[in-house]
């Protein structure tokens, strides 16, 4: 072997092999009747990740999460996931693929109770997997204190874990998280945030769209911002984080 042919393949060797993409957004165009909500936006997710989508009320930020998950159809464009196109396929079949969605204002069902909601998460199964309650259960141990008590009782961060509990028992490969923060007292928000970076640490991709910027970019690897229906930044989370525009606009601070 030649000394070039054996650096070629000492590289092929040695070189490390990229993550997969899990999601993929190609020049997406989303409308809500006349109104252009997504305007040909770029983005990927690899595989074990958490990525960040940041933007005020309005951004495109829920839009984009309903077109992944098969509850709006593009206009044009298309949504990839695991390397298929999966845009204008139906929601349930979306779920049976591995993409969870916890909506955005949690959406639970507030007259069945706390178990009977996660089961309606499993329904890809046809039944649910006890080990998978344990899960939940042992991510979210009050879920497992009022398993008997109807949702709507709930108090407001009872109801976010039970709704991203609920996504969990499809046992996603990729969770979409829409404003998991929204309305909770801060220490609510903080055990959140923990118990999102233990659901990735447990294998599982996630995609967050988030209003608490500083909170979100704390715990992603990469960050988008997303604004009037375009993406205009893009860049690793700690990046993101220390950018003045980012600061000024996301976290409330103000330039010198």
Do not use: W
């Amino acid at each position: 072997m030649t000394a070039a042919a054996h650096l070629a393949h000492r590289t092929a060797v040695t070189a490390p092999v990229p993550t997969p993409t899990i999601l993929e957004l190609a020049d997406l165009h989303v409308s809500h009747g006349a109104i252009s909500a997504l305007r040909g936006i770029d983005m990927a997710v690899r595989e074990g990740e958490v990525v960040a989508l940041l933007g005020a009320n309005g951004a495109g930020k829920t839009t984009t999460l309903r077109t992944i998950s098969g509850l709006h159809r593009p206009a044009a464009g298309a949504v990839r996931f695991c390397g298929e196109r999966i845009d204008g396929i139906p929601s349930h079949s979306v779920v049976g693929l591995g993409i969870g969605h916890s909506p955005e204002g949690r959406r639970v069902f507030a007259d069945m109770t706390v178990l009977e909601n996660l089961h309606m998460g499993a329904y890809r199964f046809k039944r649910l997997r006890q080990e998978d309650l344990e899960r939940v259960f042992a991510l979210f141990p009050r879920l497992a204190e009022r398993r008997t008590q109807q949702a709507g009782t709930l108090s407001g961060g009872e109801q976010q874990m039970l709704a991203m509990g609920r996504a969990l028992m499809g046992r996603p490969e990729l969770l979409l998280l829409d404003e998991p923060s929204m309305g909770l007292a801060p220490l609510i928000v903080a055990q959140i945030f923990e118990i999102i970076k233990e659901i990735n640490a447990q294998g599982t991709t996630v995609l967050l769209v988030e209003q608490n910027a500083a909170q979100a970019l704390r715990i992603a690897d990469r960050g988008y911002v997303l604004e009037t229906g375009r993406i205009t930044m893009h860049a690793p989370a700690h990046e993101l984080l220390d950018d003045p525009r980012i600061r000024t606009a996301y976290l409330g601070e103000t330039t010198p």
